[in-house]
């Protein structure tokens, strides 16, 4: 492709994948970042942030920052004319061996168009989703807020457990599953953690949450079955009306099989 781009925060997970992503597109890597400790021999080593983003044709800015947009977007529309944000983010993780199909959420700034056409460019084997500021990170509290504090609040009382062997040697499907996916949170840093769950708008979601646990917990105690039941058909109905709850079992096995191979 011979053009050149140079990622700021090279050293991190997401900028080393970003790294290799780039070059293997044929670009020039540039990399600079805080944590001197560049390996790669294909990334050129930029001594000064200054350095980095001169006579660069594209430069990623891959650093630890909230999952929120909002304050991003207002940010970046301050940016010189001559400069071209594009606000992106990225659905997947430094694990991920192919972009094909892969969700991209990209947020306009200044000419949506020209924001998306370049965005292809770079990764023209995504997926894009285009989606306001706002309501990215009402979105985000459920995609990514909501998940992440169920996921930690479980991880917690796993942790607890004296006798997790016993408990993995009698689990099925669903445990196992779920067990993978806490696991895998709890790769991604504290910090990067405590920025997803502490996005203002989790607080509404996280708040319904409490509200339905401590319910269903109450309606248990108190031997109030058939509200249960009913909670439970409500959901099933609501959300059978957009996803075949059949399939999705499906998919579960076909998971399970892909584990125990």
Not at 22 to 45: P, Q
Not at 97 to 115: A, F, L, S, T, Y
Not at 119 to 126: H, R
Request: hydrophobic share 40%; proline share 3%.
């Amino acid at each position: 492709m011979n053009k050149k781009i140079s990622i700021i925060g090279v050293n991190g997970r997401m900028g080393k994948w970003f790294a290799n992503y780039f070059y293997k597109m044929g670009f020039e890597v540039v990399g600079f970042d805080t944590n001197d400790d560049t390996k790669e021999k294909f990334i050129i080593k930029a001594n000064s942030l200054i350095g980095a983003i001169l006579k660069t044709d594209y430069v990623l800015l891959c650093t630890p920052t909230k999952s929120q947009k909002s304050k991003t977007a207002q940010t970046l529309m301050k940016t010189p004319t001559k400069v071209n944000p594009i606000c992106i983010h990225p659905m997947f993780g430094p694990g991920t061996k192919k972009i094909d199909g892969k969700n991209m959420i990209i947020i306009p700034i200044k000419d949506v168009k020209k924001e998306l056409d370049a965005a292809k460019l770079l990764f023209p084997k995504a997926n894009f989703v285009t989606i306001d500021a706002s309501e990215h990170d009402k979105k985000i509290a459920v995609i990514l807020g909501l998940t992440h504090l169920i996921n930690i609040a479980f991880a917690n009382i796993l942790a607890k457990d004296e006798k997790i062997s016993l408990t993995e040697k009698m689990s099925g499907s669903t445990f196992k599953i779920q067990k993978i996916v806490t696991e895998s949170i709890l790769t991604e840093s504290p910090e990067l953690i405590e920025t997803i769950v502490s996005n203002p708008e989790m607080r509404k979601y996280g708040e319904e949450f409490w509200k339905d646990i401590g319910k269903l917990l109450t309606d248990s105690q108190e031997g109030k079955s058939e509200e249960i039941i009913d909670y439970i058909k409500s959901s099933q109905k609501r959300i059978s009306k957009n996803i075949d709850l059949d399939k999705s079992y499906k998919k579960l096995s076909a998971m399970i099989k892909t584990i125990e191979k």
